[in-house]
């Protein structure tokens, strides 16, 4: 690309639109129809240009990887299984690893890696919603079954040919504790291949090198590396995914990665690197280049500018839940850490302020599990949920009454939450019944046993050993403790939720009817994990404040 004549390119939600800038005119690029062989509801995502050559874009459809270049496709993933995609990552983990992409151009050369997924083994979930023809199955891996399986693939661009080559021999092979691809991409030499995968509890991370050689149709001189472990986490509890891996220029003697670690409870960032002798890696170190009382936030991307070598963030400096745009360098010689953003200079929208115009004083605490508040805050849940997050909300409520000094009526209190707040608003009402007059459980998962496996399995464990913790954790085994008055306990659920489905609020209600506890129910048709059209959204808020209005009556 260069200063004179450049390709941009758009992704609008059903096509990609394609231009070339040259001479200062901005002009439409012919671009071969997407959809020809797919059904219009199948939408283009994930657009990207091959970064060392522009005519070169790569965009997937119906699951599948589609390349052009100069606006004819060159190169097609095979389609013929509909439990096999291309370039997809899997519902669990874009749900629960955060992991959206699965296709990784090299910053060097037209090759590009992705990511192939095989759903066969995973069961599956029905949608059916009464008077109304039944949804698509969904694959869904509930805990203690099987998961999608994940192989990363490469395919070779050059000249007129295109090959599609495999490993030689499979991650789970190598690695058999291996059952998730949390991360991937390539070195900055363009063929070296780094990607961070987990074990089924996540209580392991590593990250681990694939040069070249190891996939099919390579020929190698000699590796200058072997397929090795760069970096090995264990956790007593489990790992948390993060966006901060990247990769520093690297040489054939040295390997550098900024990495974020909460190895020291925060989540901070660290430059390794290591020596690679004898195609092996030696010698890992670590320097630190963030440290405080503060986290580095996961869910966001770390930004480099190599030329200062520094590193832009985002983290919670001063406050838990205030984020702040940070800056540090990653140099050996220069250390510490600016702000870039005022104190109380972010703007939050919070939907709640409808309560406190009608006079309601709206509490929401942050209790032991929480997350961007360290290891140390957050792994007191593990292998027993719905216990002290629901007690530290009881005594954050207590305290939060006594600083207001008279203003608060406890004895006037509705717990409201969605999905694990949903989860936390039933066990609130069922454990404390004196504390709370009501409760909102909205797309509640009730039972750990129908939930998925990342998830689940991270926080209760995976084997039959494990099933104390699950029944412990399970909102039907307090059912009894639930109030007998009626017009405490309103259950919400869409009954396409694709999360937390519908057979959860279901399995609650059967044990209410057989235990003679009163609730109410509001459904919602065509609604999934969360109320997202305005008719919905709107009748939903009528609901819960007619629902608190009543039950808060003396």
């Known amino acids: 690309m260069d200063g004179e004549s450049s390709n941009i390119l758009l992704e609008p939600m059903f096509n990609i639109d394609q231009f070339k800038y040259s001479n200062g005119i901005l002009s439409p690029v012919e671009i071969q129809d997407k959809l020809s062989d797919s059904s219009a509801s199948d939408f283009v995502f ?23 270049r100069d606006s004819s496709i ?15 990552s899997a519902f669990i983990t874009q749900e629960e690893l955060d992991r959206f992409q699965a296709v990784w151009w090299s910053p060097t050369s037209t090759r590009l890696l992705y990511e192939r997924v095989d759903e066969t083994s995973v069961r599956s979930l029905m949608f059916v919603c009464p008077g109304r023809e039944a949804a698509p199955p969904m694959k869904y891996p509930v805990a203690g079954t099987d998961n999608a399986i994940s192989q990363l693939r490469i395919i070779m661009i050059d000249g007129n040919a295109v090959v599609d080559c495999g490993l030689k021999e499979p991650l789970k092979s190598r690695f058999p504790w291996v059952e998730y691809i949390a991360r991937a991409g390539f070195l900055s030499d363009g063929k070296t291949v780094w990607v961070q995968v987990l074990n089924r509890t996540q209580s392991q991370a590593s990250l681990i090198l694939l040069p070249e050689s190891e996939f099919e149709g390579f020929r190698s001189t000699g590796p200058i590396l072997n397929a090795s472990i760069v ?8 790992i948390n995914t993060h966006n901060s891996i990247v990769p520093l220029d690297s040489n054939i003697s040295t390997i550098e990665f900024i990495y974020a670690s909460e190895q020291q409870s925060q989540c901070h960032l660290y430059v390794i690197s290591a020596s690679v002798v004898n195609h092996e890696i030696v010698g890992l170190r670590e320097r630190v280049v963030t440290e405080g009382d503060f986290s580095v936030c996961k869910a966001t991307n770390v930004v480099l500018d ?5 590193v832009y963030y985002i983290a919670n400096v001063g406050h838990p839940t205030e984020w702040s745009v940070c800056v540090s360098s990653y140099s050996e010689s220069v250390q510490g850490m600016r702000r870039l953003t005022e104190s109380g200079a972010s703007f939050k929208w919070i939907p ?9 004083v709206v ?9 961007n508040r360290g290891t140390d805050f957050e792994f007191p849940i593990f292998g027993k949920l719905g216990q002290c997050e629901v007690e530290d909300q009881v005594e954050g409520l207590r305290e939060v009454a006594q600083i207001m000094d008279g203003m608060l009526d406890l004895t006037r209190v509705v717990v409201q939450g969605w999905s694990y707040g949903g989860y936390m608003s039933l ?9 709370f007059r009501a409760a909102i459980a909205g797309g509640a998962v009730t039972d750990w046993k129908l939930y998925d496996t990342a998830y689940t399995e991270r926080y209760l464990g995976y084997g039959e050993d494990r099933d104390p913790f699950y029944e412990e954790s399970s909102v039907i085994k307090h059912v009894d403790k639930l109030p007998d008055q009626p017009g405490r306990l309103l259950l919400v659920h869409g009954l396409l939720d694709e999360n937390v489905h519908f057979r959860h609020t279901e399995v ?3 044990q209410l009817i057989k235990a003679g506890k009163p609730y109410q129910l509001q459904l919602f048709p065509s609604e999934r994990h969360g109320i997202r059209s305005s008719d919905g959204a709107a009748y939903l808020d009528a609901s819960i404040l007619n629902f608190i209005q009543q039950a808060l009556k003396d």
Not at 77 to 86: A, C, G
Not at 365 to 371: A, F, K, V, Y
Not at 427 to 435: F, G
Request: proline share 5%; hydrophobic share 35%.
């Open 427 to 435: 066990l609130a009402l069922a454990k404390y019944p004196q504390i």
């Open 231 to 238: 970096k090995n986490e264990v956790s007593s509890a489990w």
């Open 74 to 88: 060159i190169y097609k993933t095979p389609n013929s299984d509909p439990n096999v995609s291309n370039g997809v």
């Open 352 to 360: 709640f302020q409808k309560y406190t115009k009608l006079g309601f």
């Open 508 to 510: 609650l209600i059967e």
């Open 306 to 310: 190599k030329d200062r070598q520094l």
């Open 363 to 371: 509490v929401m605490l942050d209790g032991r599990g929480s997350s």
């Open 46 to 68: 994930d657009a990207q240009f091959c970064p060392c050559d522009s005519r070169i874009v790569s965009y997937v459809v119906n699951k599948q990887i589609h390349i052009e």
